[in-house]
């Protein structure tokens, strides 16, 4: 099919639903004190932990158990106290291909999804009695269809979970990709591809689904990691302390001085050539090609620990219930200023797995708040149990 981003599939369902970087041991980064990045209402005073975009516009998820969206009118709280009513802390949020429904994970092994389509808030929290920490999730396939849930938690396990035709979420077996240390970030390019990184400096990928991981780095990093962004197996980034965005491109690690205080960047996004990060002092870093980033004084000091490019609006969010938005203008996909990278073979690989959205079956009206009209338990089966 014709190569599409996810910002391209969302922005068809949000139709109708709704500088350069020097090398390592610099210290200057191309910025702008632009006004493009807005500080806007936020309907929550407590953190906000991570974002992503939808079919029916961005989400983000964070303190309390919070889950909320931007409507046309602005911000508004979808999920309140999460889904076991409990304020349990939100630390992960993830949407389907289709962008039709969001996955959130916290504290005390809570998981929730909500469908956007059918307003429905499902809990699958704690399954296999793991009520650690989730520290972040990605969800590949089609909402209610075929699922693919990666979870991974404080105790370095990752638990997968697949959709069956029954509507259960099937089990599979428990590993720990980096030997045990917190896993504060994973994302899939794919179906069954994907990467982690760890707090002990790991990162590892895998190709068969997660059964199987292979270190790729970063053995001489000497920092913390926060959040990392698959794009393909020869295109990842990680978000680092000191000011650091690290590349792969299948053969070595490249560390990219994006800041020039050296504040910590805790927050990676990616989509196709486009990409976003953001971190400690309110900043927001906009990638313009795969070894620059433009780096954006905005408005806010806060700590951002939450950052989504999207088919609508860019978004940025953190402490204190702070969100930055950035209205995406035009209609096309972004591209590097260079052009090097347009039709490239990583690319291709990311963009083959995203599912078209047939924008006529998602009719939400701008101005219709968004809510929890159905509440389900959801059930997890072992493998080969009888339904």
């Known amino acids: 099919m014709t190569d599409q981003t996810r910002r391209d599939v969302l922005r068809l369902a949000t139709a109708s639903a709704t500088a350069g ?3 390592f041991g610099s210290t200057a980064a191309a910025q702008s004190d632009d006004s493009e990045w807005e500080r ?34 602005g911000w508004q709280t979808v999920v309140a106290y999460g889904p076991q009513a409990r304020s ?34 499902t809990n699958y929290s704690a399954p296999k009695g793991k009520t650690s920490t989730w520290e972040d999730c990605a969800v590949r396939g089609t909402a209610g269809e075929n699922e693919r849930v990666y979870f991974v938690n404080g105790s370095g396990e990752l ?25 504060p970030g994973i994302d899939f390019h ?20 997660g059964e199987t991981w292979e270190r790729i780095g970063i053995d001489f990093a000497g920092g913390a990691f926060f959040d990392l962004a698959s794009q393909g197996q020869q295109d990842v980034n990680v978000a680092a302390g000191s000011g650091i965005v690290y590349r792969y491109d299948g053969f070595r690690w490249t560390p990219h001085v994006v800041d020039d205080k050296r504040r910590a960047i805790r927050a990676v996004d990616r989509d196709g050539t486009d990409g976003l990060a953001a971190g400690d002092g309110g900043t927001v870093y906009e990638r313009r090609s795969a070894g620059q980033w433009r780096q954006h004084e905005t408005s806010v000091e806060s700590k951002l620990d939450g950052v989504a490019t999207g088919s609508s609006y860019d978004v940025a969010v953190g402490d204190d219930g702070t969100i930055l938005e950035r209205r995406v203008e035009g209609t096309g996909s972004g591209s590097d200023e260079s052009g090097t990278e347009s039709g490239n073979e990583t690319n291709e690989t990311s963009q083959a797995s995203v599912t078209t959205v047939d924008a006529a079956t998602l009719s939400l009206d701008d101005a219709e708040r968004l809510s929890v009209e159905n509440y389900v338990e959801g059930e997890w089966m072992t493998p080969g149990q009888v339904q």
């Open 21 to 23: 970087v020097l090398p």
């Open 40 to 73: 806007v209402e936020s309907p929550t005073g407590k953190a906000l932990n991570d974002a992503v975009d939808t079919a029916a516009g961005p989400f983000a998820a964070g303190a309390d158990g919070n889950v909320i969206a931007r409507r046309e009118d």
């Open 88 to 121: 349990r802390r939100l630390t992960g949020i993830d949407a389907t291909d289709d962008g039709r429904a969001v996955w959130f994970v916290g504290g005390s092994g809570v998981i929730g999804e909500y469908d956007v389509e059918t307003r429905t808030l």
């Open 159 to 183: 638990l997968v979970g697949v959709r069956q035709d029954s509507g259960a979420m099937q089990y599979e077996e428990v590993i720990k990709p980096g030997g045990g240390s917190t896993i």
């Open 190 to 209: 794919a179906r069954e591809a994907g990467h982690v990184c760890t707090t002990s400096q790991f990162v590892g990928e895998t190709a068969d689904g």
